[in-house]
């Protein structure tokens, strides 16, 4: 090397051009320093201060990764970062993967502002000003197929009927747009949604006989699929040309199934489709009887594509969350259940009646129309819930407990999971223990994950509330220590702390975020 580096600058020195490919190609700058070799770990190019610019003027689709040694979700990273790097090597393509180690390279987070670890940018054609923040995926082929649609085109051009049926038939959902003239901006516009909707495969054409074929006339982009209706047309505005914002709905909304059976591969598209309002047919599938019932759950779906997506959840398989999150059992399957994700208020039908298409679209119609009152969570009330020191309150006891205006009430809304709950579910047992013979003193838990109040929402865990004897429904937030002693002086004073008293942290929101998260702040880089 050191032999290598001698011999260039001596050549340079003698104003003699350099080896065969290593000295300063037409049109670059002549003060072109002599090559570095920029060193690589596990197939991964590492770069510091000295070498990002050398990287940038080698490699014209780079990706950089900003991480730290301490980061975990950059350890959970690493491993997928060099196989996706070992992919494209395989393939020969032109996109290459590299890293900065953030905390030892403060001027180059400083001068692409990184804040978090681990940061993706994505450098284009030497672009040192202008990189494009990477938010695709985490694994190794969707890294991999993010930096293919950017370093070759992200639509494979069609010119012939073989070429464009070998690409419908090659995957369940494939996009074609048909353009009749590709130098137009609806083009560009469809080029960059391909490049980052990673689930389906995209085709371009000009070819008159391929718009023929498919029985178009005017620019129009097409998705296909090999279920449901086979086949959906988006036809660009010849006025407004294409949005990017309207196509990626429609090829979302038109890439799901009428009818999408839940389980851990489907739900991220089932939440990530943008269609607020869900139908949930809870069946058991191992039953005929219930099998029965989705060929009238689905006759029902067509009319309803874009505005409520049907879900079909199988109570016998791994779906526990999704029944405890209606507060559903098993055994109440046949059952639907509708929800609006936005305001996640959720709805039943009433009792009774069979399953049938016509019942299915009365219920949508009827949800949708605000002609049914959403229903709130609430476990049974237990027996013995005014047994022990620590009272149980549920949905529907809650109401009658807090505001009974003979009594000042002080309630913990808790969640199972919750570890701060946990951590000052003593200090609770003890206080109401202290407060066990003051008649007009309730110390009460609820579970808020099972028990949802019309009164007010309960966001984050623990949190507390003071519900003070006398009229007007009064509420008192409690936000200070969670100990015995500063508990009794609340609750001595009528629900007031001395001034002096420190403020803790507030509760952890749902859900909790975990010590070492992404986001560190930028005085830790
Ligand atoms: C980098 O990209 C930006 C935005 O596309 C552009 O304005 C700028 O001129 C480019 N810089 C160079 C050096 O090419
Ligand atoms: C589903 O039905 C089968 C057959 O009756 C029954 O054995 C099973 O327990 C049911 N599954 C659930 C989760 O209820
Ligand atoms: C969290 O990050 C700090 C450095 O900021 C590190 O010392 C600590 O070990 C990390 N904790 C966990 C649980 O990863």
Same mark, same amino acid.
């Not at 747009?177 to 083009?187: A, M, S, T």
């Not at 109570?315 to 999150?325: C, E, I, K, P, T």
């Given at each position: 090397?050191?032999? !290598? +580096?001698?011999?260039? $600058? +001596?050549?340079?020195? $003698? =104003?003699?051009?350099?080896?065969? =490919?290593?000295?300063?190609?037409?049109?670059?700058?002549?003060?072109?320093?002599?090559?570095?070799?920029?060193?690589?770990?596990?197939?991964?190019?590492?770069?510091?201060?000295?070498?990002? =610019?050398?990287?940038?003027?080698?490699?014209?689709?780079?990706?950089?990764?900003? *991480?730290?040694?301490?980061?975990?979700?950059?350890?959970?990273?690493?491993?997928? *970062?060099?196989?996706?790097?070992?992919?494209?090597?395989?393939?020969?393509?032109?996109?290459?993967?590299?890293?900065?180690?953030?905390?030892?390279?403060?001027?180059?987070?400083?001068? %692409?502002?990184?804040?978090?670890? &681990?940061?993706?940018? %994505?450098?284009?054609?030497?672009?040192?000003?202008?990189?494009?923040? *990477?938010?695709?995926?985490?694994?190794?082929?969707?890294?991999?197929?993010?930096?293919?649609?950017?370093?070759?085109?992200?639509?494979?051009?069609?010119?012939?009927?073989?070429?464009?049926?070998?690409?419908?038939?090659?995957?369940?959902?494939?996009?074609?747009?048909?353009?009749?003239?590709?130098?137009?901006?609806?083009?560009?516009?469809?080029?960059? $949604?391909?490049?980052?909707?990673?689930?389906?495969?995209?085709?371009?054409?000009?070819?008159? /006989?391929?718009?023929?074929?498919?029985?178009?006339?005017?620019?129009?982009?097409?998705?296909?699929?090999?279920?449901?209706?086979?086949?959906?047309?988006?036809?660009?505005?010849?006025?407004?040309? +294409?949005?990017?914002?309207?196509?990626?709905?429609?090829?979302?909304?038109?890439?799901?199934?009428?009818?999408?059976?839940?389980?851990? !591969?489907?739900?991220?598209?089932?939440?990530?489709?943008?269609?607020?309002?869900?139908?949930?047919?809870?069946?058991? !599938?191992?039953?005929?009887?219930?099998?029965?019932?989705?060929?009238?759950?689905?006759?029902?779906?067509?009319?309803?594509?874009?505005?409520?997506?049907?879900?079909?959840?199988?109570?016998?398989?791994?779906?526990?969350?999704?029944?405890?999150?209606?507060?559903?059992?098993?055994?109440?399957?046949?059952?639907?259940?509708?929800?609006?994700?936005?305001?996640?208020?959720?709805?039943? &039908?009433?009792?009774?009646?069979?399953?049938?298409?016509?019942?299915?679209?009365?219920?949508?119609?009827?949800?949708?129309?605000?002609?049914?009152?959403?229903?709130?969570?609430?476990?049974?009330?237990?027996?013995?819930?005014?047994?022990?020191?620590?009272?149980?309150?549920?949905?529907?006891?809650?109401?009658?407990?807090?505001?009974?205006?003979?009594?000042?009430?002080?309630?913990?809304?808790?969640?199972?999971?919750?570890?701060?709950?946990?951590?000052?579910?003593?200090?609770?047992?003890?206080?109401?223990?202290?407060? /066990?013979?003051?008649?007009?003193?309730?110390?009460?838990?609820?579970?808020?994950?099972?028990?949802?109040?019309?009164?007010?929402?309960?966001?984050?865990?623990?949190?507390?509330?003071?519900? &003070?004897?006398?009229?007007?429904?009064?509420?008192?937030?409690?936000?200070?220590?969670?100990?015995?002693?500063?508990?009794?002086?609340?609750?001595?004073?009528?629900?007031?702390?001395?001034?002096?008293?420190?403020?803790?942290?507030?509760?952890?929101?749902?859900?909790?975020?975990?010590?070492?998260?992404?986001?560190? &702040?930028?005085?830790? $880089?």
């Amino acid at each position: 090397m050191d032999g !290598q +580096l001698l011999l260039v $600058l +001596l050549l340079l020195l $003698l =104003g003699a051009s350099g080896p065969e =490919g290593q000295g300063p190609g037409p049109g670059e700058p002549e003060e072109e320093p002599p090559k570095e070799e920029i060193p690589e770990e596990d197939g991964i190019l590492v770069l510091s201060r000295r070498n990002l =610019g050398l990287a940038l003027r080698e490699h014209r689709t780079l990706l950089v990764q900003f *991480y730290a040694p301490w980061c975990g979700h950059c350890k959970a990273l690493a491993p997928e *970062y060099s196989k996706a790097a070992a992919l494209l090597a395989a393939e020969s393509a032109k996109a290459r993967l590299a890293k900065v180690d953030g905390p030892a390279e403060a001027e180059l987070t400083e001068e %692409f502002a990184v804040t978090t670890y &681990p940061t993706l940018k %994505f450098f284009r054609d030497g672009n040192r000003t202008h990189p494009e923040e *990477y938010t695709g995926p985490r694994e190794a082929e969707g890294i991999a197929e993010w930096l293919r649609r950017r370093a070759g085109p992200s639509a494979t051009r069609l010119e012939d009927e073989d070429g464009a049926q070998a690409l419908i038939d090659g995957r369940d959902v494939v996009v074609i747009g048909f353009f009749q003239d590709l130098q137009d901006e609806d083009v560009a516009t469809f080029l960059a $949604l391909a490049q980052d909707a990673l689930d389906m495969t995209f085709g371009l054409t000009d070819q008159p /006989k391929l718009f023929q074929k498919f029985g178009l006339t005017k620019d129009t982009v097409v998705l296909f699929k090999k279920f449901d209706e086979g086949r959906a047309d988006f036809p660009v505005d010849e006025e407004l040309g +294409l949005d990017q914002g309207d196509l990626s709905h429609f090829l979302l909304t038109h890439s799901m199934r009428l009818v999408t059976e839940f389980n851990s !591969q489907t739900s991220p598209k089932i939440f990530s489709a943008g269609i607020l309002n869900h139908l949930l047919l809870f069946v058991n !599938q191992t039953l005929a009887s219930h099998r029965e019932l989705l060929a009238g759950f689905g006759e029902a779906a067509p009319p309803f594509r874009g505005q409520v997506l049907f879900v079909v959840v199988d109570v016998g398989a791994d779906n526990g969350h999704v029944l405890r999150y209606f507060g559903l059992k098993a055994e109440e399957a046949p059952t639907l259940r509708f929800i609006n994700m936005e305001t996640t208020k959720k709805y039943a &039908p009433a009792h009774g009646g069979p399953l049938t298409a016509t019942s299915v679209t009365a219920f949508c119609h009827a949800v949708l129309g605000g002609e049914v009152k959403p229903y709130l969570l609430s476990q049974e009330l237990p027996p013995d819930w005014d047994q022990r020191p620590v009272k149980t309150l549920v949905g529907k006891n809650f109401e009658q407990v807090a505001f009974d205006e003979t009594k000042n009430v002080f309630i913990k809304f808790y969640a199972p999971w919750c570890t701060h709950c946990k951590e000052m579910a003593a200090a609770w047992e003890a206080l109401a223990d202290k407060y /066990k013979d003051h008649e007009d003193i309730i110390i009460a838990e609820l579970d808020a994950t099972a028990n949802e109040l019309e009164a007010f929402p309960v966001h984050g865990f623990p949190t507390l509330k003071f519900f &003070p004897a006398g009229p007007g429904r009064k509420v008192i937030e409690y936000k200070s220590t969670r100990d015995l002693e500063t508990f009794s002086k609340f609750l001595d004073s009528g629900g007031e702390l001395p001034a002096e008293e420190p403020a803790e942290e507030p509760a952890a929101p749902f859900p909790e975020t975990p010590a070492n998260s992404t986001t560190e &702040p930028k005085e830790e $880089l």
